[in-house]
């Protein structure tokens, strides 16, 4: 009993020392320029800039300078890809997977090639990458079937402005500066979209930060929008009656035209 007592004695001596003895880790401060994104009718697109410091122990940064990795997402969102086929000279749907949890945006930037950076393990991870995005497939299906249509997916998003990948983009000075500016395109959707930096060095990553970036339609945008939410049913009648409404009066403008002329 003396000897495990004098052990556990011995311990609580020494694990205090050996714990100010570790290096303490460095540390992010990550901002954008933009905490609030606003769509209005007339908006097409925005750039945001995302920013920051890198604060190194005893404020000296280290002879090998580290790499950051910036990751914007938008909310995550259930989407159903479908594959189609052509069948006696017509397009019809075939194959078919649901996602449950794909980004509605992705956007990855780098101070260097994520390659270069970090092995495939710890881009998949922390899904560094768009071949490195956990989609969650609802479905049972087998790798390569699920792998043809994540690329799929990652095609039709990055057409249209909501996937991208830029290697070498992030600048950093002094080897504690850092920015990279990132575009958003016009067809986002509302809601909360975090912007992720990682701090990279050896192929492990050091620290990272978040913030967050609210993206919301404003004006008569946000009325329609919150009244569609709230009174889906009114909200379908009324766009069927205007479109009725439209169609009518595209008629009687027809008429009238060809009694003028004719």
């Given at each position: ?88 000279g017509i397009w019809v749907n075939a194959d078919s997977i649901d996602f449950r949890s794909a980004p509605s945006f992705y956007a ?155």
């Amino acid at each position: 009993m003396r000897l495990l007592a004098a052990l556990l004695a011995l311990i609580a001596l020494v694990l205090p020392g050996a714990a100010c003895a570790q290096p303490a880790a460095p540390q992010l401060v990550p901002d954008v320029s933009q905490r609030t994104v606003e769509i209005r009718f007339s908006f097409t697109g925005a750039e945001l800039l995302l920013f920051g410091a890198i604060l190194y122990p005893g404020g000296r940064a280290p002879e090998k300078p580290a790499d950051i990795i910036v990751v914007l997402k938008g909310p995550s969102q259930a989407i159903t890809m479908r594959e189609k086929r052509k069948i006696a000279g017509i397009w019809v749907n075939a194959d078919s997977i649901d996602f449950r949890s794909a980004p509605s945006f992705y956007a990855v930037a780098s101070s260097k090639p994520i390659d270069r950076l970090v092995d495939e393990r710890t881009a998949a991870i922390y899904e560094f990458g768009l071949d490195k995005l956990q989609l969650s497939p609802a479905s049972l299906s087998d790798t390569n079937e699920i792998g043809r249509f994540a690329k799929g997916l990652n095609d039709l998003k990055q057409r249209d402005g909501l996937y991208l990948e830029a290697p070498g983009s992030v600048e950093i000075t002094d080897g504690v500066l850092y920015r990279a500016r990132l575009p958003l395109s016009a067809r986002v959707v509302t809601g909360t979209y975090t912007a992720e930096t990682f701090l990279v060095q050896d192929g492990r990553v050091l620290a990272a930060a978040t913030r967050e970036i609210e993206v919301r339609k404003t004006g008569f945008e946000r009325l329609i929008g919150q009244f569609a939410e709230d009174h889906d049913i009114a909200y379908g009648l009324v766009a069927v009656v205007l479109a009725l409404a439209m169609g009518l009066f595209a008629g009687f403008v027809a008429g009238r035209v060809r009694g003028a002329f004719g």
